[in-house]
C-alpha cells in the first residue's frame, strides 16, 4: 500500500506518537491513581459505615435488653408468673397484655411464653396466643445469649427483629419474655450515611437472583463487587444459629469517579489533540530546518543517478548532515574518478580485443595469402612452364581470401553502423514463427542430431512497437546462438507473455550451460565462448534490445541450459 | 391508745351511713357517657347496642327473661286469626311538648313504624285503644311492638325526637353530641338524672358511663370500675359469599372457638354454633360440635385451596383479632385464609345484632341476609319447626357461626342502680352528689 513514507511523515508521526503516548500515560497514570484513591476511600467509607451500623446495633442491642430487662420485672408480667401455677389461673385473661407493655416500653416485638412453650400473649400477632413458641424453652442461659437477630413470624409474612429473651422465675418453671425491634430499613435511617452512598436491607433474598446476593448466601462472608456505576457491598447478619437472616447492602456510587475519570480523559483528549496539532506544527518546523539538506543531498544523489557526476552537494551545516554532503561530494568526485579511470580502461580493453580479434580474424585468411604468394615466388623460380597453372589457381584462392578479408570487415563495420530502428506494431508471436521455420532445415540436417522446437506463445500478446526486421536479427541470432549450445541435439524452447504493459520474449536452450563469469561478459562485444564466432552476436542482439528501450537477462547454470530473456514495453 | 378508739368509733358510725348513701337514690346530678361509636339519628334503632333509648318508648318491651311485657300498652287482645289486634294505652302518658298519648295521636306514627313490615296493615284508634288491621296474619307482632323500630316518635322544626320518653332532647349534634335532660311529666315518674350528656367518638374512657372493648375489660375491673354487660345479643360469622360449601365446611372445622370466647371475648361471650343465641331459640346447643383439625385438613387437601380472603370491617379491631386467629386455625388445616380490610374478600366476617325477641322472625331476617330466598313461614310457637329451619340455613354452607357478644359498659363508681336487662336504662340510674 503506497510509497514509502517521507521523512517528513516519520517525524510527524514520531512527534504525534510521543505526545500521545506521553499524554495517555500522564492520563492512565493520574486515572489509576485516582481509581485507587477513590477505591480506598470508597473502602473506607463503607467500612465506617459497617462499622457505625454494629454499633448502632450494639446500642439497639443495649437498648432492647434493657426494655425487655423492665418488661419482665414489670408488675404485670411478674403477676403472671405468680399466679402461673394457680391451677385456676386463666392464661386468656391476659392474651393482650404483650401488646400493651411492648406500647410501653417501645418494642416492635414482645411474647410472653408460658413454661410449657405456649404462647400467653403476642405483640406482633395478637391472635398467636396458646400457640407453641418451641425455640423458647431449652435450657438456654438467655441473659448470656445478649442480643440477637431473628426472623419473627408475623400475620402478614415475617420480619427481622433484634431479640433478647428473659425468664422470669414462675414456680418450679419459668415465664419467658421474647421481644425486641424491628431491624428494617426505618433502623438504617438512624445511620449518618453520607451523599452518594445508600444503604438498603435485604431480607427477602429467597428469590433473588442477583450474584452477589447468591454468593453470599452459599457462602456468608462480606463480599464486594463494583461495576461501572457503583461499588455494592454484602454483609451478611447471620442469626443465634449462625443462619443467614439478611444481608446488608451498602451501595457506594461511583458517579464522583466517573465524572473525574470523565474529566481525566476529556483533559486527555484535549492535550492528546493539541499534542497531534503540535507534532504536525513540529513536523512542519523540523521538515524545514532538518530535512532541507536531505532533499537538497537526495536531489544531488538523483542527479548523480541521471549521470551528471559533476553534481555537488551545498554544503550548510557541521552537523551529521553538513558532513554527509562532504562525504557525498568526495564519493561523487572519486566516482568521477574511478568512472573515467574505467572508461579509459575500457576503451584499452576493447581496443585490445578488437586488435586482437582483428589479428585472429585478419590471420587466418592472411596466412593462405601468405602461402599462395609465396608457392607463386617458388612456381616462378622453380617451374616457369607451371607458373600460369599456380598463378590461375593461387590468383583464385588469393581472391578467395580477400573476400573473406572483405567480408569479416563488413560484418565489423555492419555492427559499428547499427541503423535506429523504425517502429511499427509488431506480432511479436508472428515473427517468432517465421524465424523459427527457417532455421527448421538446420534443427533437423542430415548427420546433425536433432533438435526440437518447443513453442509456448501466449495467444493474447498485445502489438509490440518495434523494428521487425531488427527483432528477426535479434531472435535469428539468439536462436543460433542456442543451436551452438546444443551440438548433441535437444530442446529450444522459445516462449512469449505478456505483463503489465510489457511482453517478454525467452528463449532457453537445453545445452551445457554457462558459468556465472561467462554470463556477466556474455553481451561484451567480441567476446565469444565459441572457437569461429566473432563475439558479435549477443553484442547486436543487446544493441537492438537496447534501441527498443527493453531489457534482455541471461539465466544460466552449468549443465542445466541457457535462458535468454527479453522484455519489451507495449 | 384512747385517739386511736375514738377514732375506731368515728369511723365505725360512718360507715352504716356511708352504705345508705351509696344505695338510696336520689335526684339530680349529670350523667356523662363517653361512647367510641357515633349514631347521626335518633331513631331508636341506631341508638348504641345496650343502651336503651330514653327518647321514645314502644308499645311493649321485653324483659330480662326475653319476654314481652306491657309498656305503653297496658292491655291488648288478638283475634284467633291475629289478624286484627287490640290494644289498650297507658293513660297519663304525654309526649315531651305535653302532648298526650292518645289512640288518636299515636295511631298515625305507629302506622308508619308498621307498615315496612306489614303494608297492608291499617290502625283506628279512640280514645286510648288501638285496633291494628291485617289482611294476613300477624303472629309476630307483639314482638314487632317490642323493637325499637317501632317506638313512638314525632319530630318537629324546633325539636328533632319528640318522644314519651324519660327524657327530652336539648341539644343535639348528630355524630358529635346529645344533650338530654329529664322530662318531668314522665309518666313513670322524674329520672333520678337531671341530664345526660353523651359524648360519641370519644376516645376518653374516663366518662360516668362508657362502652368497653372486651380486651378493656380485665384492665377495667382492676381499677374497680363497674360492669354492666347485656345477655350475647351479637352474632360474629363467617360468610362465605364467593367460596364453595365444602370449603367452608372444611374452614368450620378447623376454627377452634374456646380461644375466641376466652381470650377475645375474655370469657364474656359465647361459642356460636347456631345463629341464635341459647337464651333465645333454646336449642343452640344442639349445634355444638367439636373442632377437628385433622379432617378439615384432609378435607382442605382434597380441595386443593388457593389463597382465599376474609374481610372484615377495617375499623373493628375484634373483628380483627378474630379474623387473625380463624386464619391461624386455617394454616394449621393448611388452608392459606388471608386477613384483609378490604370488603371483597372471599369469606366476610359479619357482626349480626338480634333484633327481635321474635325467633321466627330473627330467622326470616337472618335467611334474608344469607341470601336464601325460599323460607318457609315459621311459627314461633313450634321450637321443631324453628330448630328446623335454622339447621337448614346452617347447612346451606353459606355461613359459619362463630361467637355471641354481648354490650360491656363501664360504670364509675359514682354512678349507680343499673339492673341486668337487655340494656342499660339510664332512667334507672343515678349519680353520688
Not at chain 1, 544460466?556 to 541450459?561: F, T, V
Not at chain 2, 346451606?396 to 354481648?406: D, M, S
Request: aromatic letters at 6%; hydrophobic letters at 45%.
Amino acid at each position: 500500500m503506497g510509497g514509502p513514507v517521507s521523512f517528513r511523515v516519520k517525524v510527524f508521526l514520531s512527534i504525534t506518537a510521543s505526545v500521545v503516548i506521553a499524554v495517555w500515560l500522564v492520563a492512565w497514570i493520574v486515572s489509576t491513581l485516582v481509581t485507587r484513591s477513590f477505591e480506598r476511600q470508597d473502602t473506607q467509607r463503607t467500612q465506617t459505615l459497617v462499622t457505625q451500623f454494629h454499633r448502632e446495633f450494639e446500642r439497639r442491642g443495649v437498648e432492647v435488653a434493657r426494655r425487655i430487662e423492665a418488661v419482665a420485672n414489670s408488675d404485670a408480667v411478674q403477676q403472671i408468673a405468680v399466679n402461673l401455677n394457680s391451677p385456676r389461673f386463666d392464661t386468656s385473661r391476659y392474651f393482650d397484655q404483650a401488646q400493651a407493655l411492648a406500647r410501653e416500653q417501645s418494642l416492635d416485638f414482645l411474647e410472653i411464653v408460658g413454661p410449657d412453650g405456649r404462647i400467653i400473649s403476642s405483640a406482633e400477632w395478637p391472635a398467636r396466643f396458646g400457640y407453641q413458641e418451641s425455640w423458647l424453652t431449652p435450657a438456654v442461659d438467655w441473659k448470656g445469649q445478649g442480643v440477637f437477630l431473628k426472623r419473627i413470624e408475623l400475620a402478614d409474612g415475617s420480619a427481622l427483629g433484634l431479640i433478647t429473651v428473659r425468664s422470669v422465675k414462675a414456680g418450679d418453671g419459668a415465664l419467658y419474655v421474647a421481644g425486641g425491634q424491628r431491624l428494617d430499613q426505618e433502623f438504617l435511617t438512624t445511620l449518618p450515611i453520607p451523599d452518594g452512598m445508600h444503604v438498603r436491607l435485604n431480607t427477602d433474598f429467597e428469590g433473588s437472583t442477583s450474584p452477589l446476593i447468591q454468593e453470599v448466601r452459599r457462602q456468608p462472608r462480606e463480599l464486594a463487587r463494583t461495576s461501572a456505576d457503583a461499588t455494592l457491598t454484602a454483609i451478611p447478619l447471620l442469626g443465634r444459629d449462625h443462619q443467614l437472616l439478611a444481608i446488608l447492602l451498602v451501595e457506594n456510587s461511583r458517579a464522583e469517579l466517573a465524572s473525574l475519570r470523565s474529566y481525566i480523559q476529556a483533559t486527555a483528549w484535549a492535550v492528546g489533540g493539541g499534542g497531534v496539532l503540535l507534532g504536525l506544527l513540529l513536523s512542519l518546523w523540523t521538515a524545514s530546518r532538518v530535512t532541507r539538506p536531505l532533499r537538497q543531498l537526495t536531489a544531488s544523489v538523483r542527479q548523480v543517478a541521471g549521470g551528471q557526476w559533476d553534481t555537488r552537494a551545498s554544503i550548510e551545516s557541521n552537523d551529521e548532515v553538513g558532513q554527509l554532503a562532504r562525504d557525498f561530494n568526495q564519493m561523487t568526485e572519486q566516482l568521477a574518478e574511478q568512472r573515467d579511470r574505467m572508461i579509459q580502461a575500457e576503451r584499452v580493453a576493447a581496443w585490445r580485443e578488437l586488435a586482437r580479434r582483428l589479428a585472429h580474424e585478419l590471420k587466418n585468411p592472411l596466412f593462405p595469402l601468405q602461402i599462395t604468394v609465396e608457392n607463386m615466388q617458388r612456381a616462378r623460380q622453380t617451374s616457369p612452364e607451371q607458373f600460369d597453372e599456380v598463378f590461375r589457381e593461387s590468383t583464385t584462392t588469393l581472391l578467395s581470401e580477400l573476400g573473406n578479408l572483405k567480408a569479416i570487415i563488413g560484418r565489423f563495420s555492419d555492427f559499428a553502423k547499427m541503423p535506429a530502428p523504425e517502429l511499427e506494431p509488431i506480432d511479436l508471436n508472428q515473427i517468432v514463427r517465421e524465424v523459427v521455420q527457417l532455421f527448421d532445415a538446420q534443427m533437423h540436417a542430415d548427420g546433425r542430431p536433432p533438435i526440437e522446437a518447443n513453442l509456448l506463445l501466449n495467444a493474447h500478446l498485445p502489438p509490440v512497437p518495434a523494428d521487425p526486421e531488427q527483432i528477426r536479427r535479434a531472435l535469428s541470432n539468439l536462436i543460433l546462438n542456442a543451436l551452438d549450445a546444443m551440438p548433441q541435439g535437444g530442446t529450444l524452447s522459445i516462449s512469449t507473455d505478456s505483463l503489465d504493459r510489457k511482453v517478454s520474449l525467452e528463449v532457453s536452450d537445453s545445452g551445457e550451460g554457462l558459468t556465472e563469469e561467462e554470463c556477466e561478459r556474455l553481451f561484451t562485444p567480441y567476446y565469444t565462448t565459441k572457437q569461429h564466432g566473432t563475439g558479435l552476436g549477443l553484442a547486436i542482439v543487446q544493441s537492438v534490445v537496447s534501441d527498443h528501450k527493453g531489457t534482455i537477462a541471461v539465466h544460466s547454470q552449468p549443465g542445466k541450459g541457457t535462458t535468454f530473456r527479453i522484455e519489451l514495453t507495449t | 391508745m384512747r385517739r386511736t378508739a375514738w377514732a375506731w368509733l368515728a369511723l365505725s358510725s360512718l360507715l352504716p351511713a356511708s352504705a345508705r348513701a351509696a344505695t338510696r337514690p336520689h335526684y339530680g346530678g349529670t350523667l356523662a357517657v363517653e361512647l367510641s361509636t357515633a349514631f347521626t339519628t335518633l331513631e331508636s334503632a341506631d341508638f348504641p347496642a345496650g343502651l336503651a333509648q330514653p327518647i321514645a318508648e314502644t308499645m311493649l318491651r321485653l324483659n330480662s327473661r326475653g319476654e314481652v311485657e306491657p309498656w305503653l300498652a297496658v292491655a291488648w287482645q288478638a283475634d284467633a286469626d291475629r289478624r286484627r289486634w287490640r290494644f289498650t294505652l297507658r293513660t297519663k302518658v304525654a309526649f315531651h311538648d305535653g302532648e298526650p298519648l292518645t289512640g288518636p295521636s299515636a295511631a298515625p306514627l305507629l302506622l308508619v313504624a308498621l307498615k315496612k313490615t306489614y303494608p297492608d296493615v291499617t290502625i283506628t284508634a279512640g280514645g286510648q285503644a288501638l285496633v291494628i288491621r291485617s289482611d294476613r296474619a300477624m303472629p309476630d307482632l307483639l314482638s314487632d311492638l317490642a323493637n325499637a323500630r317501632t317506638a313512638i316518635i314525632r319530630r318537629s322544626e324546633s325539636n328533632p325526637s319528640i318522644g314519651t320518653g324519660p327524657f327530652r332532647v336539648t341539644g343535639w349534634e348528630p355524630g358529635r353530641k346529645l344533650m338530654l335532660t329529664a322530662f318531668d311529666d314522665y309518666w313513670g315518674g322524674r329520672p333520678f338524672l337531671d341530664a345526660v350528656a353523651i359524648n360519641m367518638a370519644s376516645t376518653r374512657a374516663n366518662g360516668d358511663v362508657f362502652d368497653v372493648p372486651f380486651s378493656a375489660t380485665r384492665r377495667i375491673l382492676a381499677e374497680r370500675t363497674r360492669l354492666w354487660s347485656s345477655p350475647v345479643e351479637e352474632l360474629v360469622a363467617l360468610v362465605g359469599t364467593g367460596v364453595q360449601p365444602a370449603a367452608l365446611k372444611a374452614i368450620a372445622l378447623a376454627i377452634d372457638r374456646e380461644p375466641l370466647v376466652n381470650a377475645l371475648t375474655q370469657r364474656r361471650g359465647e361459642a356460636a354454633f347456631g345463629l341464635l343465641p341459647e337464651w333465645l331459640s333454646g336449642y343452640a346447643f344442639l349445634f355444638r360440635t367439636a373442632p377437628d383439625a385433622g379432617r378439615a385438613r384432609q378435607a382442605a387437601a382434597l380441595l386443593r385451596l388457593g389463597t382465599l380472603t376474609l374481610s372484615y370491617a377495617v375499623s373493628d379491631s375484634f373483628a380483627r383479632a378474630v379474623a387473625e386467629r380463624i386464619s391461624l386455625n386455617a394454616r394449621d388445616a393448611g388452608i392459606n385464609l388471608q386477613p384483609t380490610p378490604n370488603a371483597n374478600g372471599n369469606l366476610r366476617l359479619v357482626r349480626w345484632r338480634v333484633e327481635s325477641a321474635n325467633v321466627a322472625v330473627e330467622l326470616q331476617r337472618l335467611a334474608g341476609l344469607l341470601g336464601v330466598s325460599e323460607t318457609p313461614a315459621l311459627d314461633a310457637a313450634n321450637p321443631t319447626a324453628l330448630y328446623e329451619a335454622e339447621r337448614a340455613l346452617l347447612e346451606t354452607q353459606r355461613v359459619i357461626p362463630l361467637v355471641y357478644l354481648p354490650v360491656i359498659y363501664g360504670m364509675s363508681p359514682r354512678v349507680h342502680g343499673s339492673d341486668a336487662g337487655f340494656a342499660l336504662r339510664l332512667e334507672s340510674l343515678w349519680v353520688d352528689p
